[in-house]
């Protein structure tokens, strides 16, 4: 029996999909973006649920992860939306993967790759991802003209699809969204002046699906909502969404200590009494209390981080982690180790074995950590992962 696990509840993605859905501008389709493992619940299940679901689109940011879902079933559209290389175009080709193109120069080495008569389809579905204000990939409006000619001679590559990706959606600024869907708009009325057409058009995430509806086009590219979160301030309560997701460890050492017992490395947790001290194996080589950098959101999240870290200067450790243990807020003791954690449970009544819930960010949960699977109340699978990357469960053998 593992010490630390996540349990998913596939129930609970599939009625977020459904609540997705209930929204949709009529002629729209849910795209699920299911790249970096699904967030971190597991791209192979939940890609599987969702497609017993009805979901006949999926996004990954790159090709191995498409080349996974293949092989584990996926039958419906698999887009690419990260770059791509040449040594991984003919694996994407033959698993009928649909490729984002952002650069003019990939086009006429696409269409050689894909005129090579050794190949069982020698043709390639691609998006063009347009530039709008993201700066990160896609073709600067400008492109268009140059990019109708180098479409014209290759006659491999199929355009079946133009998206772009916004920058500030999240952040509810309205004129930026707009700036960039305006830069979209004019881009593809420069295509269609040189002919070209693409068949489907999207640019929603889920931030801009919450909030413009009229933008929702042939796809809504969907995660954030999928896995139950809303994508940033302001959108709670738009849809009725819940958590698949609860990460869980159990006591493995328990001990009973003084007041003035000093805790963890570098000592900056002292007990204030005689209390029960636990340990918890899982620490930040599972990802417990990590979280990404981000630049402060303004005076008072910038104004939280400097009197956070001036109090840590005086030995005061603000926004220690906290567990749940029996229906209880526990405190973090101490520093978070690499693999073990202690907690302070007080006088609680609790033993050897008790199951804790922590608060474990998903992107960042160390993939080696099981995942297990409950769909209609019954639980349906276990991924375990031995070697890093790749599930060992032999249902999901990846040989
Ligand atoms: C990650 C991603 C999405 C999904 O964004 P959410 O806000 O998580 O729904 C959509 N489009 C692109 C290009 C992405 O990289």
Redesign the pocket.
Known sequence: MSGTWIEVDLDAVVGNYQEVIKHLHPGARC?A?V??DA?GLGAIEVAHALARAGCEAF?V?RVEEGLILREQGIEGLILV??PTSKEEWPRAIAAQLQL?ISALSSIADLDEVCSDPELEFQQVQVHL?IETGMGRTGFQPVEMDALAIALAKASHVQVVGI?T?FAR??QRDRRYSLGQYERFRASIARLEELGISPVWK?V??????LDYPEWHHDF????????G?Y?GQGFSGKLNLSDPWVAKSRIVHLRTVPKGTDVGYQSIYRTKAITQLAVLPVGYADGFGLAPHFAPQGWIDFLKIVLKNFAALFGIFLGQERVDLKGRRVRVAGKIGMQLTVIDVGMLDCALGDEVQIPLRRTVANPRIPRRYRQEGQMLSERIMKEGVLPVNPEYSLQ
């Open positions: 795209m973006v790249k970096a967030y996004a940011t939306l990260g984002t991802k998206y990706h959606a999240a999207h929603c995430n889920s931030a801009a699906f809504v590219r969907i995660g954030t909502l999928l896995i979160h994508p």
